[in-house]
C-alpha cells in the first residue's frame, strides 16, 4: 500500500503519497487526471429537490459527448473516408438511446442517487446483458458501449478527456494505468511526467517513461479520486512520491536535489563519445530501445551503439488502421539511415496482450498474456505479416537492418515465420525490388520453452535477443502489471540467471551472439550479473545508455563471471539481489 500522509479529498496544504520510483527525474506542475475505468465513480446521496438539477448535469453532458464524438467522426471522415469513421454514426445512436435515458432518471428518482453513479450502474447492466446475447453483432457493440459510456462520464464529472495527445498545457499526468494505446499517441512536449496507481517496474507506463526520459512513479493505490484536476503536484522519480500542493520549502529542496543530480548527468554526458568495455578489455554493444521516429535524435544524443529493438507495433497502435507497406518502408529506412554506421534491429508486430487495436482484430481473451500475440498474432494473420515483412526486406537495402521475430515458443513457429520471410525476398528477386543480399534473422526469448530449448533454436537464426520483462514473467508465474504481486517479480531469482546461462551458452556453443532487450539491461545494479553471464549486447531506452556505459566500464568481466557462478547456486532473489547491490555501489554508488 502506499505510504499515505494524508486523506484529505481537497488538500489545503502539503501532502505526500508514496509509490514505487520506476524512472528518474522531477516534475512539478498542473495534474492532469486521466479517467479510463469505471471503478471511479462514487456513490453519492441527493435528496428529491436535486434530481432536476442532475438530469440537467446529465443531459448537458450527453449534448457534449455528442459533439465530441461528431468532431472525431469529422475528422476521420477527411483523413480516412466516410467508410472507417461511420463507426462513430453508431456510437452516437447508442448514447442516444432512449431506454438507457429513461432508466437514469429512474433510478435518479427511485434511489436518490447521484446520476454519474446511477448511469454507471445502468451501462454495467446494459454491456452485461449485451455480453450475454448469442447475436455477435451486439457482443461485439458492447465494446463500443463502453466507449461511450466513458466519454459521458468523463463528461459529468467534469475530467479531461483521456487522450494524452489532446493536452494543452505541460502537466503531470495521473491514471489509474496507461495502456499501450493511451501512450502511442501522446503529446510527447507536453508531458511533465507519470503516475499511476497500478503497475510496477516492469509494466508499460514504467518502460515508456524510462524510453522517454520522464520522471515517473507507480503503485499510487486508489489516488486519482481524491484531486481535482489543475492542482499543482511534485513527482519524485527518485524516490517514488507523488507530492500535492508542494510549499515553497519542498520546491526549493526539490531544485537543490536536481541541481546534484544534473552534475552526475554531466559527468554521464562525458560518455556519450567513449566505448562500454570493462576494466579488463571485454567489448559490450550498448543499443537502444526505441519506437518512433521522433525516438531517433535521442540514439546519437545519448550515445547508443544503433538500435537494438524497435518496437515496430507503436506505427500500429498510433493509427486506426494498419500502415500501408510503404508507410512502414518509409519509417524503417529513416532509422536505418539514422542509426549508420551502426545497426537497427526491427521487430516485427508484437501485439496481443495490452496492445491492442480495434483495427487489429484481437478478440477479447481470458488470459490474453498466454494468448494470440507475438508471432502467434503475425502467423495468424499472414497478410499483415507478410506486409511487414516486405516493408522491412526493402529497407534492408540500406545495408544495416537485421529482423527479429517476438515470442517464439519452439522451432515451429520459427520454420513458419523464416518460410514466409524466404517466399517474400523471392517474390521481391522476381519484381527486381532492391534489398540486401543477406538479412540477419533473431527470435526473442521471452519465454522458459525457448530458453530450455535454445540450443535447437540457435541453429537456424544469426542472433538472440532476451525479452527479459516476459521471460521473467512467465518463469515466476508473475503477472508483472499486477501491483497485488509487483514484489515478487524478481529478475535476480536463481531461476532466471539459470535460464539465461542456459541461453547464453547455446548461443555461443553454436556461433551466434545474444543481447538482452528487456528492462534488464536497463538496471544498472544488474547489468554485473548480465554481463558475468557473457552477454554480447545490452539494449535499453536512450536515457538509461550512459549510466549503463558507466557500470561496465566499471566492472572486471573475471569478476563478474565469480559473481555470477555464486548467484546461480544461491538460494534466493534476496541472497542476489544484495550481492548485485553490494557491487554496484562499491564500483559506481553515484549513479545508483
Known sequence: MPDELSDAPTPAGEIRYKGTAVSPGIAIGPLVLLYADEHIIRKRRIRPEDVAGEIARFEAALLKTRQQIQVIRNELASSIGETDA????????????????????????SRLVNVDFAYEQVVRSYTRKMRELDDDYFRERAGDFLDVSRRVLRNLQGKVDAELRNLDA?????????????????DRKLVLGIATEAGSRTSHSAIMARSLNLPAVVGLREI??????????????????????????????????EKIHEAVEVKLDALRETLPVTLDQRRI????????????????????????????EYLFLNQNESPSEDQQVDMYRQMAQACKPHHIIIRTLDVGGDKKRPHLGIEQEINPFLGFRGIRYS??????????????????????????????????????????????????????????????VGVMIEVPSAALTADILARHVDFFSVGSNDLIQYTLAIDRGNENVANMYQPAHPAVLRLLQTVVEAAHRNNIWVGVCGEMASDVIL??????????????????????????QALNYEEARQLVARCVLNESAEANQAELEQMARRLYSEIL
Open 285 to 312: 554493444i550498448v543499443s537502444a530501445n526505441v519506437e518512433i521516429i521522433d525516438d531517433l535524435p535521442l540514439i546519437k544524443e545519448h550515445g547508443a551503439e544503433g538500435v537494438g529493438l524497435l518496437r515496430t
Open 527 to 552: 547489468v554485473p550479473a548480465l554481463i558475468g553471464l557473457g552477454v554480447d549486447e545490452l539494449s535499453a531506452g536512450p536515457a538509461s545508455i550512459p549510466r549503463i556505459k558507466r557500470a561496465i
Open 379 to 440: 502467423l495468424g494473420r499472414p497478410e499483415i505479416f507478410r506486409t511487414q515483412l516486405r516493408a522491412i526486406c526493402r529497407a534492408s537495402a540500406e545495408g544495416n537492418v537485421r529482423v527479429m521475430f517476438p515470442m517464439v515458443c519452439d522451432l515451429s513457429e520459427l520454420k513458419a515465420a523464416r518460410k514466409l520471410l524466404d517466399e517474400v525476398r523471392e517474390e521481391l528477386r522476381q519484381q527486381n525490388v532492391p534489398q540486401a543480399e543477406k538479412l540477419e
Open 86 to 109: 461511420s463507426i462513430f454514426d453508431a456510437h452516437i445512436l447508442l448514447l442516444e438511446d432512449t431506454s438507457l435515458i429513461e432508466s437514469v432518471k429512474e433510478q435518479l428518482v
Open 170 to 186: 505541460a502537466s503531470v499526468v495521473l491514471a489509474h494505468d496507461l495502456s499501450p494505446s493511451d501512450t502511442a499517441g501522446m
Open 224 to 257: 486519482i479520486g481524491k484531486f481535482e484536476p489543475g492542482i499543482e503536484v511534485l513527482l519524485d522519480g527518485y524516490e517514488g512520491l507523488l507530492i500535492v500542493n508542494p510549499t515553497e520549502q519542498t520546491k526549493h529542496e526539490y531544485g537543490q536535489r
